[in-house]
C-alpha cells in the first residue's frame, strides 16, 4: 500500500489552527495500519492533539479490538494483512452500526473510496495525506458522532451564492433565496467537502440525524437533492454530482 513518512514536529509546521488539546478525560482512537512507521505517526500525532492512541498492526486483531473496545473513532488502512480494511469495516458495522469509521485508501483510487463506504465507512483520506487534513477529518467525524461540541458557521460561499446561515439566506447579485434549516446543512455539508465524495450514510447521520442510517430505506436524500438543483439554478445545481450507488460530489 502507498506509503508516507513524516517528523511530527514538521507536520505541525504552519498548522496554527491545529492547536493540541487540553483534556482530562481521553477521547480513544484505535489506529489499523499494517506499516509500522505510518501506524507510529499517526498515533504521535493524535497524541500530541489531545487524543489516546491504540495502534494495532493487522486486520483481524483490528476487528477484535473495535468491537472489545469501543473507541471514539476507528482509522482503518485499506491493505492489511489477515483482514483488509473492507472486510473489518464490514465486520465492526455488523456489531457496531454506530461506530465512527474514517478510512485510509490509496491515492487516487475512487473504487477503493466507492468500496469503503459500501462497506460502511464514514470518511476517507488518501494516501498520502496531510496530517492537516487528518486531524480536521477525525475531529469532524468525532463532532458528528457527539463526542465534540458543534461549531457556529459563518457566511461562507457555494459556487455563484452568498450563503448566510444567521438568516437562511442565499444571495447572488440582486437574486436573493430564502433557505430551510435543512437545504442550508445540505449546502454547509457539500460546501466543506467540495471536490470530495459524501456518501448518503453521512448525509442521512449529519443531515437527518439517523443515528444508524444503514437501517434506514428512503429516498428522502434524492428528493432534497433533486430540490436543491432545482432551486439553486443551472450551474450551480449541476454541480452537485451524483456519485451512483454511493452519494454525492459537489464540484463548484
Known sequence: SPCFTFDLQDSMRGSATLEPMDTTEKIEILVVEDEEAIRRGLCDVIAYHGYEPHGVEDGETGLREA??????????????????????????????????????????????????????????????????ELVARLEALLRRAGKLPQQNHDVFRFGEWQIDPGNLRATRGEEVLDLSKRELELIALFAR?????????????????????????TRTVDMHIAKLRKKLGTKNGAALETVRGVGYRFNG
Not at 457496531?96 to 470518511?123: H, K, W, Y
Open 67 to 132: 468491537v472489545k473496545n469501543r473507541y471514539a473513532a476507528i482509522i482503518l488502512d485499506v491493505m492489511l494483512p489477515e483482514m483488509n480494511g473492507f472486510e473489518v469495516c464490514e465486520g465492526i458495522r455488523e456489531k457496531l452500526p454506530q461506530q465512527p469509521v474514517l478510512m485510509l485508501t490509496a491515492r487516487g483510487s475512487e473504487e477503493d473510496i466507492l468500496n469503503g463506504f459500501r462497506a460502511g465507512c464514514d470518511d476517507y483520506v488518501t494516501k498520502p495525506f496531510s496530517i492537516s
Open 193 to 217: 467537502e467540495a471536490g470530495r465524495i459524501v456518501s448518503r450514510r453521512m448525509l442521512l447521520q449529519e443531515v437527518w440525524g439517523f443515528a444508524s442510517p444503514e437501517q434506514i430505506e
